[in-house]
């Protein structure tokens, strides 16, 4: 597994999606289709998104901190 961090490639609106899907090994379609379907389902999905693009650092600068 890999740090978390948003990707500066492969984004479509923040990353964090691109950057869980790095994290856990899968694509990042399939982590996208899964945040997707789970928006069906009642909760904090988009708290939880607007959260982790907030707190995930971009790559670029999580590479210069280490």
């Known amino acids: 597994m890999t740090a978390l961090a948003r990707p500066t490639h492969g984004r479509v609106i ?10 856990f090994g899968t694509s990042a379609t399939t982590m996208r289709v899964i945040f997707l379907l789970s928006c069906l389902l009642p909760g904090p999905q988009f708290l939880v998104y607007i959260a982790l693009w907030i707190l995930l650092p971009s790559e670029d600068k999580a590479r210069t901190a280490w």
Do not use: E, K, Q
């Not at 964090?16 to 994290?23: E, I």
């Open 14 to 23: 923040g990353g964090v999606c691109a950057a869980l899907a790095r994290r």
